[in-house]
Structure formats: structure tokens, C-alpha cells
Nanobody, 125 residues
């Protein structure tokens, strides 16, 4: 089992920045990649970004490309999401996810076996 704990959400104005963190613990050696998804009320979880542990390969949703940056500290088993130039449409609950032994569609929630509790990000105009 892998446990994920997010932190760093909050309220920010349009154009501002926030940094989210996701700390993994437990059987982290089984994790091939970690991702961030977000969800707003009444909508399905939306893929935001993924990073692979071994080579650091990244995959971004078009909606956040050039504004968000994912990074990983393998020594700390922690993933960071730096969010810049935030827009009101970025408001959502952001959840960290980890896969188990890799494979699958990186953009799909079913690929990820472990999830954090989520952290609220609110961007106000």
C-alpha cells in the first residue's frame, strides 16, 4: 500500500501562484509514476499532469501547459506542482495519484491505484 498526503492548496487571486505538494509513503518502490488530477462539482476528475519516477518524463494537459510545472524529489518521495498564472477555471479539488508498477493510459484515473485526500484550490477574480 502507498499513502499519499497533499498540501499547499488555498485561495489565490487570478494571475497568482500556488505550489502543491504530495508526499508518498509505504510501498513506494512499486510506484512508476505520479500524477495530479482535479475535479469540480458535478464533473469527472480531469487529468492535469504526470511525471515518471525513473526518467522524469512529464505529460501535461493542454489547459495547463506552460503554466504548471511538475517536479519530483525521489529522495523525499514527494511530488510538487507549481501553478503559475492561475485562472478562475483552475478552481478545483486537486488530488495526487500514484500508479502501481506502471502501464496503462497515463491520462485515465483507472491507471492509478493510490489517491490522496485532495486539496482545494480556489482562484478568485
Amino acid at each position: 500500500q502507498v499513502q499519499l498526503v497533499e498540501s499547499g492548496g488555498g485561495l489565490v487571486q487570478v494571475g497568482g501562484s500556488l505550489r502543491l505538494s504530495c508526499a508518498a509513503s509505504g510501498a513506494t518502490s512499486s510506484v512508476s509514476g505520479m500524477a495530479w488530477f482535479r475535479q469540480t462539482p458535478g464533473k469527472e476528475r480531469e487529468f492535469v499532469v504526470r511525471i515518471s519516477r525513473t526518467f522524469g518524463s512529464t505529460y501535461y494537459a493542454d489547459s495547463v501547459k506552460d503554466r504548471f510545472t511538475i517536479s519530483m524529489d525521489n529522495a523525499k518521495n514527494t511530488v510538487y506542482l507549481q501553478m503559475n498564472s492561475l485562472k478562475s477555471e483552475d478552481t478545483a479539488v486537486y488530488s495526487c495519484a500514484a500508479d502501481r508498477y506502471g502501464g496503462g493510459n497515463y491520462y485515465s484515473t483507472v491507471t492509478y491505484a493510490y489517491w490522496g485526500q485532495g486539496t482545494q484550490v480556489t482562484v478568485s477574480s
